[in-house]
């Protein structure tokens, strides 16, 4: 069974390098998620692409706490904005929104940096067996349907 990533406190990022990445979520007022990307050498927050350009598994944005089409879009976009790859990150949103993403508590916001994403990610391929090395050629640009 896989384990959830270490989700850090915003005191504990402060030591953090300045290319470390921040994600943050939060509910609106009317019901909605937002997520906004903070890059700590950057001086704004950047809402976090759904990228339903690439898979829409959700019409009506992020969500968490569950593994919902919503958990599923934001397990998508997080990965794709870490990773950079997108058949890589197609290959492993449902496995990272059942080990993080349905984690979070739907009712508080949250924190993630890019490191618990890709920790997360080396968990989920280990596990898999999947060596990202070794596999990386055999599905470069192809992403799946």
């Not at 950057?42 to 990228?51: A, K």
Request: proline share 5%; charged share 20%; hydrophobic share 35%.
């Amino acid at each position: 069974m896989l384990h959830s990533s270490r989700i850090q406190a915003p005191s504990e990022l402060c030591s953090q390098s300045d290319d470390m990445v921040l994600y943050s979520g939060s509910i609106s007022p009317d019901g909605h998620g937002n997520v906004v990307r903070l890059g700590l050498g950057e001086y704004r927050h950047t809402p976090l692409p759904t990228r339903t350009d690439l898979k829409t598994l959700s019409f009506n944005g992020f969500s968490w706490g569950t593994c919902s089409p919503g958990a599923g879009q934001l397990a998508l976009a997080l990965l794709c904005d870490v990773l950079g790859n997108d058949s890589r990150a197609v290959r492993l949103c449902s496995y990272l929104c059942d080990l993080v993403i349905r984690n979070l508590s739907p009712s508080v916001s949250w924190i993630l940096t890019d490191r618990d994403v890709r920790l997360a990610v080396e968990s989920i391929e280990t596990t898999m067996g999947w060596n990202w090395a070794e596999k990386q050629q055999c599905y470069a640009d192809q992403i799946p349907v």
